[in-house]
């Protein structure tokens, strides 16, 4: 599977597998940074992803560059908990024989945080 496949197959999971991961080729040791969370292993990554993909309520990928082993993609997505407030992120994603190894994700997430805030307070 090249690159593009690879990115492609977990593009797909979150627009039209609500986060499902299991036929994307992510290392077992996989190292993801983002906002709220970072993992060390596919299976928590995994995990994360399908709890957040029941909430995605829109996911769209605007823009995407290659170089190299690296790909980056903007990516527009709203979420249930901030109902209309479409969020812009840049998630870089490293792919090394055939899977994904290592991801960034990076957005303002203050919107989010605090919509988590407010239903744990209810």
């Known amino acids: 599977m090249g690159h593009q496949q690879i990115v492609d197959a977990y593009y797909d999971a979150w627009i039209n597998r609500k986060g499902d991961m299991s036929d994307v080729p992510l290392a077992l040791d996989l190292k993801y940074q983002g906002p709220l969370a970072s993992f060390t292993d596919s299976a928590g990554f995994a995990a994360m992803a399908r709890e957040a993909g029941a909430a995605v309520t829109a996911f769209r990928v605007r823009r995407q560059f290659t170089d190299g082993d690296t790909v980056c993609a903007i990516v527009d997505f709203e979420m249930a908990m901030v109902p209309g407030q479409a969020m812009t ?20 997430a203050e919107p989010l945080r605090k919509a988590m805030v407010a239903a744990a307070d209810e």
């Not at 090394?96 to 957005?107: A, N, P, Q, S, T």
């Open 89 to 108: 992120s840049a998630e870089i994603l490293e792919i090394r024989g055939g899977e994904i190894v290592r991801g960034e994700l990076i957005y303002d």
